[in-house]
């Protein structure tokens, strides 16, 4: 190792002491929790309650997890405790699905006013498909990707992954966590942030 390098044990994770909550949702929220997680922050993902009996975890490394009947009255006041004392929040529901819990941006960051509140959907928060349910496929034939794959005069082909869930959502959304991270460490405010497939 030359005089620069640090070695692996010597290196603090980047967001080690970041404090996640990530509401459980389909493969983007998973994926962001993930990255989080994979460098350094403490995520642990709100399940549906009651759980499911298969529920692959494929996503879940380095994660601990809750479950909570957020139609409750006492799920919703625990989620709402538990927001009070973490950096950010993960949510992957359709647009004002957590308003009608009374979890919504306006509640949570006036009981956390540092909290980063990270919204993810397929088609962001207003506009014509604001209230239209997506898939990946959907998402990346709106945008014109779809067309892009394949070859000139055929059908497109679809690709092998989840490309706009895990690019467009996932991973961008990490990205913007983490400048609105570094953004605190100057305005010492959370804020809300949406990332659309």
Not at 21 to 45: T, Y
Not at 103 to 132: C, M
Not at 173 to 182: P, R
Request: net charge positive.
């Amino acid at each position: 190792m030359g005089p620069c390098a640090v070695s692996s044990a010597q290196a603090a994770m980047a967001l080690q002491g970041v404090r996640v909550l990530e509401m459980a949702g389909l493969a983007p929220a998973p994926l962001c929790g993930l990255i989080l997680a994979d460098f350094g922050a403490q995520v642990v993902r709100v399940d549906r309650w009651p759980r499911t009996p298969f529920n692959p975890d494929v996503q879940g490394r380095g994660k601990r997890s809750i479950a909570l009947d957020l139609k409750q009255p006492q799920g919703t006041a625990t989620l709402r405790r538990m927001a009070q004392q973490v950096d950010v929040l993960v949510e992957p529901f359709r647009p004002g699905a957590m308003e009608k819990l009374g979890l919504g941006p306006d509640i949570l960051l006036r009981d956390n006013p540092r909290l980063i509140y990270a919204r993810l959907t397929g088609f962001g928060q207003s506009g014509k498909y604001v209230k239209l349910a997506g898939h990946d496929i959907n998402y990346l034939a709106v945008s014109g990707v779809l067309s892009k794959l394949g070859r000139k005069n055929e059908n497109p082909y679809a690709p092998i992954n989840l490309l706009a869930d895990f690019a467009g959502g996932g991973v961008l959304c990490a990205m913007g966590i983490i400048m609105a991270l570094y953004e605190r460490t100057k305005s010492r405010k959370g804020q809300v942030i949406d990332a659309s497939m």
